[in-house]
């Protein structure tokens, strides 16, 4: 399975934007970016994912860099709710039925009121 | 409810006793998963049902016995743990194997 590589913490100021890192180097043409996030005492949460244009929806902007060997979660203003561990996973959707989401250790990000 | 629950929320047991953890899901999905969580451990899968049936078994010991009588609800038998098996246990289902899944909030089960 192809790995992802993401800083093991991060912090923001309150109501700014956050750039959330991953690279995945060894990314094949079928694998999906997936971010997933973890808030502290629930179980993860799906964010966003993408294969190779940006995607945006509700919860963030998901940017992929054009050889897709990184990509960028962007969370455009964070509150004090956002504070979680972020996963960033790759999903080889030609493997049907390969259902193991590969979780890293994340980005413990900490938002400062 | 909407969503995935669990329960209980909270375990603590003793390595003689037989308990059971329960995931129901509320979103008409088809495959479901259960999940263990370790303290400074990635998430590790464990099984894997779609339909009823059972597709994935990661080398799991046989002290854990899932079973899933319809597609709403999945169980976790547990008996004779090892303190090692102190955990957060996820409960996960998706619509079809390999679309998103959505999470439980957990069961955090402690071994004495």
């Known amino acids: 399975d192809a790995k992802t590589t993401q800083p093991n913490s991060m912090e923001s100021n309150e109501e700014e934007p956050v750039h959330l890192p991953c690279n995945h180097s060894?990314?094949?043409?079928?694998?999906?970016i997936h971010w997933y996030r973890q808030l502290p005492s629930q179980g993860p949460e799906y964010v966003i994912h993408?294969?190779?244009s940006n995607v945006n929806n509700r919860m963030a902007s998901l940017a992929i860099a054009e050889d897709r060997k990184s990509s960028t979660l962007i969370l455009h203003r964070a509150t004090l709710r956002d504070a979680a561990v972020y996963y960033c996973?790759?999903?080889?959707?030609?493997?049907?039925?390969?259902?193991?989401?590969?979780f890293g250790t994340g980005t413990r990000l900490t938002i400062i009121p | 409810e909407t969503g995935v629950t669990q329960t209980p929320r909270h375990l603590v047991m003793g390595m003689t006793n037989k308990k059971s953890l329960k995931c129901e899901q509320h979103?008409?999905?088809?495959?479901m998963y259960w999940y263990k969580q370790s303290a400074k451990k990635p998430l590790e899968l464990m099984f894997v049902?779609?339909?009823?049936?059972?597709?994935e078994n990661n080398s799991v010991p046989s002290r854990f016995s899932p079973e899933c009588p319809n597609s709403s609800h999945l169980f976790l038998h547990l008996h004779t743990l090892q303190p090692e098996d102190s955990a957060l246990y996820l409960c996960?289902?998706?619509?079809?194997?390999?679309?998103?899944?959505?999470f439980g909030p957990g069961t955090r089960l402690t071994v004495l």
């Open positions: 049902y779609n339909f009823k049936e059972q597709t």
């Open positions: 996973i790759l999903r080889d959707r030609s493997n049907f039925g390969n259902e193991k989401l590969t």
């Open positions: 060894t990314i094949s043409g079928t694998d999906y």
């Open positions: 979103l008409g999905h088809n495959a």
């Open positions: 993408g294969l190779t």
């Open positions: 996960a289902s998706s619509q079809a194997l390999g679309d998103t899944q959505y």
